[in-house]
């Protein structure tokens, strides 16, 4: 396939650079310039043969922006298939506008961070036609490992959005077990072997463990160098929360954890730092 890749961050170089290997890419960015990718020198060139337009972006208004450019540009039939994680009603907007120009539109926000785009091991949760997924598939095949359709348009991000709410809430309580472990006088090899294989077990206990030195080797034994950054994890919560407002739902923990995330990254230095120095930050506080 001929394919466009626009947004060519920490994410979208690794993922544009395996696709390399069995497709011609040609892609942009207003900043990055990877060297191992032939650039265009606009989204509209990079998109205006294409087969594929892949789009890793940071939000949603940049999405809508970049895709009011590049959908009158594409060619009839042509997918645009969007990596980025934004809210749903951008993407819902997104595809809508796509389908009136003759296009298909797939969102597909992933999963695996920086390691996964890297090693091509990455989760691609999937929302929109069945047809048009089907044609990305061997895509999929390359960046990653799995993909989940999980229904029509949007639907991508909405399990995007409801995974990293359980994300950040488990952080959050595995961190402020092993914080009141500490002052309990409880051994942290001793709460990770009764935690990890009892009834508290969970992904951030058991394979992101946030205490150095404990389970398997995650960004904590790293003084906490990001896998996942915590202001992505708050970018995340934030958007948990606008989709709960606009769905009426009850969210209570997911708002707690927003509340933490945000008081850490804007307040405390978590910026830069790896969602699960929130261990270090509860070690040093006292109740209230």
């Known amino acids: 396939m001929k394919i466009g890749f626009i947004g060519l961050g920490n994410m979208g170089a690794p993922m544009a650079a395996n696709l390399t290997k069995d497709h011609d890419i040609i892609g942009f960015d207003t900043v990055a310039k990877p060297a191992d990718i032939t650039m265009a020198g606009s989204a509209i060139e990079a998109a205006k043969d294409a087969d594929v337009v892949i789009t890793m972006l940071p939000n949603g208004s ?14 009839p039939g ?3 298939l969007d990596c980025s994680t934004v809210d749903v009603e951008s993407a819902r907007a ?4 796509a389908e009136t120009r003759g296009l298909k539109a797939v969102d597909a926000p992933v999963s695996g961070g920086i390691g996964g785009a890297q090693a091509g091991t990455l989760t691609f949760m999937a929302g929109g036609p069945g047809d048009a997924l089907a044609d990305v598939k061997p895509l999929f095949d390359i960046m990653g490992q799995k993909a989940v359709h999980c229904g029509p348009a949007g639907n991508g991000q909405a399990a995007k959005i409801c995974n990293n709410m359980i994300l950040g809430v488990t952080m959050i309580a595995t ?30 206990m058991n394979a992101y463990c946030p205490a150095p030195g404990i389970g398997p080797q995650s960004p904590a034994d790293n003084d906490y ?5 915590a202001e992505l994890m708050l970018k995340d919560l934030n958007l948990s929360q606008m989709a709960a407002a606009a769905a009426d739902a009850d969210t209570p923990m997911g708002q707690a954890a927003t509340a933490l995330y945000r008081q850490f990254v804007e307040d405390e230095g978590g910026a830069g730092k790896d969602f699960s120095a929130m261990l270090p930050r509860f070690e040093s506080r006292r109740r209230g």
């Open 175 to 204: 961190c402020e077990a092993f914080a009141l472990a500490d002052k309990l006088g409880l051994d942290r090899q001793a709460m990770f072997d009764v935690v990890s294989t009892s009834s508290g077990y969970s992904w951030t």
């Open 62 to 75: 940049i999405l809508r922006s970049v895709a009011a450019e590049i959908h009158p540009a594409m060619k």
């Open 94 to 97: 997104v595809a809508a506008q």
């Open 78 to 80: 042509a997918i645009h």
């Open 225 to 229: 160098q990001p896998g996942f950054a």
